[in-house]
């Protein structure tokens, strides 16, 4: 369980996050959304421990992110941050192998090697295995540091964007893909997300940030009203739905 | 497809083997006085020759290169940007101060204490660096090795002022102008620490690929960000500072070969740090002997040869694109 208690961070006197409290369970995917600047890639760096906290506290199974020895937290949660260049001529299989280096240090055994096949086949980029990562596409390069990530094999996988420059095609694979480790080896999504149908299909929680602010937290279903919607994004949006599911129609 | 790229990897590393061991010969057998491989079985004063100078040359300049090499490779790393290396970004010129410094205090201080001077200000220089590049715009790739250039252009232009008042100016030229007629058996040894860092930074390959893939994910993957940071400056200090203190500044190494290498074999330092070593000291020991051919019986310093050698090939680097394999 991700534990965040009563967390503020400003920068330069600006706030960026006032006083969030929210509890995050083990298993099943949580999306966070909201417009830019809302304070949701920074709630996750936080989480994270890439920046300092200011006030409040964060524990990831009662281990304070702040105090615990970084090693440690990386068998636990693994993050991917948005627009991340890498700018190593890394082939697929060497970046995605690195996401293995918290549990061997540089050393790795068979298991290791297992988990980077087993990352590679479940991105399907088995083919473009042995290419530099600097020869890839957006998308294909995007693919391949999700399964970085996911290779971690961390409780927590925290996702900023990580749909970002992927087609159509590749977004919903990977909702799929984290429905499946969701579901069936119990591990934990928290993703930004930008396309709030994805989140509707496969989340099974939203929580809706607006300015540093939670402004609405629950199933699905409950988050996504026209009153939640217009309060965080600032306009009306229609929603349909779609076999139980609400489909937001926030184009028109 | 992947077959030919493979067996040209292979051909590519087998040839830099094959350079590497012709060099060596050739350094051996080339030289003022005389020396053939018929007097090194028979003639004992010509043997003389083979241990005072003619072996320790040919390691000094071997050595020389590769840990050179490997330092521009892990300063490439640590700053994210591939056009840095010591040379450039003020770590030899700051080492070129600390021996000043200590020859004009402490002129009776022994070579290794006026090295480990030498490193302490190297380490203290590219520090005040890295703490300047990490600020620069991540967006504009260009102004770091441009900012090291005027930063290292600064602290040679300190040297030489204080060499200039003191009239150590004769000394100054023997630290930049990097050299190997004056290796001889005695003068050289500390040559070897290089090799050790050299070996240490092997033995943090993956620590300090994972440092290059940035900060965030340095830190997502449980390394020690700012400790692998400070131990890769500490080990390029030192190569820097040894160097100087013993052959000089040479240009261009720490640049050139790891982008060569790179375009062939990538960035996992695990695999490349052998063979940015090898082609390092390939790349060194081959304009050493040019120098010393090209107006035999004098001598050319191999900072010269390198400084014309090292240009052409980063213009090549400059305008032949990654290949896309």
Known sequence: MIQIENVSLSYREVPILSDITLSLGKGGITALVGPNGAGKSTLLSLIARLQPLQTGRILVDSLPVNSTASRILARRLAILRQGGAIASRLTVRQLVGFGRFPHHQGRPCAGDIAAVEAALEQFELQALAERFIDTLSGGQRQRAMVAMTFCQGTDYLLLDEPLNNLDMFHARQLMRSLRTIADERQRTAIIVLHDINQAATYADRIVAMRDGRVIADGTPATVLTEDNLEAVFGYRMQIRQIDGTPLVLQHL | MTDIRTSGKWMTKLAACAAFVMLVILSIFIGAGEFSPWQAIHDPAALQLFFASRLPRTVAAALTGAALSIAGLIMQALVRNRFVEPSTAGTAQSAALGILIMTLVFPAASLAMKTLFASILALLGTSIFMMT?????????????LFGLVYGGVIGAVVTFVGWQTELLQFI??????????????????LWGTALMAAIAWWVADRLTVLSLGRDVSIGLGLSYQRTLQLGLVIVSAISALTVVIVGIIPFVGLVVPNLVSRILGDNLRGTIPWVGLSGATLVLGCDVLGRLLRYPYEIPVATVMGVVGAILFLRLMFTRATHA
Request: proline share 13%; net charge neutral; aromatic share 12%.
């Open chain 2, 133 to 145: 590049a990490h600020r620069l715009p991540p967006a504009q790739p260009y102004l770091v090795p």
């Open chain 2, 173 to 190: 030229d023997i630290w930049t102008n990097g050299e190997f007629s004056g290796v001889v058996r005695g003068r050289y040894e500390l």
